[in-house]
């Protein structure tokens, strides 16, 4: 399931993959004149559930606004991106198989 909204200079994507591992990964991204904005990317896998946002809460982070969440914890991030987060699933995922299909 996938929907882009297009405004002027303005695109906003909503997306949820179900990759080969059981896992699920929920993105949303908001561009501005092709620059990613806005992002969240939940990430769940069993009892596991990790979220990368850069959402302006959270000021006593130092990386503020990007930070993680993993279960209940909140966490320092770097500005993520979808790259980057599949790099942290793959290095996350209970199995060495790709988490897509080629």
């Given at each position: 399931?996938?929907?882009?909204?297009?405004?002027?200079?303005?695109?906003?994507?909503?997306a949820?993959a179900?990759?080969?591992?059981?896992?699920?990964?929920?993105?949303?991204?908001?561009?501005?004149?092709?620059?990613?904005?806005?992002?969240?990317?939940?990430?769940?896998?069993?009892?596991?559930?990790?979220?990368?946002?850069?959402?302006?809460?959270?000021?006593?982070?130092?990386?503020?606004?990007?930070?993680?969440?993993?279960?209940?914890?909140?966490?320092?991030?770097?500005?993520?991106?979808?790259?980057?987060?599949?790099?942290?699933?793959?290095?996350?995922?209970?199995?060495k198989?790709?988490?897509?299909?080629?």
């Amino acid at each position: 399931m996938k929907e882009t909204i297009r405004l002027p200079n303005d695109e906003k994507l909503i997306a949820i993959a179900y990759l080969v591992d059981s896992s699920v990964l929920h993105i949303r991204e908001r561009y501005n004149e092709g620059e990613l904005i806005k992002y969240s990317y939940h990430f769940m896998k069993g009892n596991k559930v990790i979220r990368w946002d850069n959402v302006p809460h959270h000021k006593e982070i130092s990386t503020y606004p990007h930070h993680k969440h993993e279960n209940d914890k909140v966490k320092e991030s770097t500005k993520m991106d979808i790259d980057r987060v599949l790099e942290e699933i793959e290095n996350f995922s209970f199995t060495k198989k790709p988490l897509l299909k080629k």
